[in-house]
């Protein structure tokens, strides 16, 4: 499964570790994705979503039809 939030696009970061002695190494911040199902009631029918937190809260402050139908003229495929 990518790492990729279907709702607000974010996706792992890249930095370094950096140790006591300041030594870096590469490593990945990867963010919060869920596998989450949503009832749409417009359509009825349940939308399956890989969604991180943030996207959560985002479907739940404007609704999923409006989150819908962003990601459709984005050309997402749902």
Sequence with gaps: MSRIC???GRKPAFGNNVSH???KTR???NPN???KRFYVPNEKR???LTVSAKGVK???K???DRVLADMRR???KI
């Design 6 to 8: 279907q709702v607000t």
């Design 21 to 23: 002695s300041h030594r």
């Design 27 to 29: 490593r990945r911040w």
């Design 33 to 35: 994705i869920q596998t």
């Design 46 to 48: 349940w939308v399956t």
């Design 58 to 60: 985002t479907i739940n």
């Design 62 to 64: 404007r609704g999923i």
């Design 74 to 76: 984005r050309g997402e």
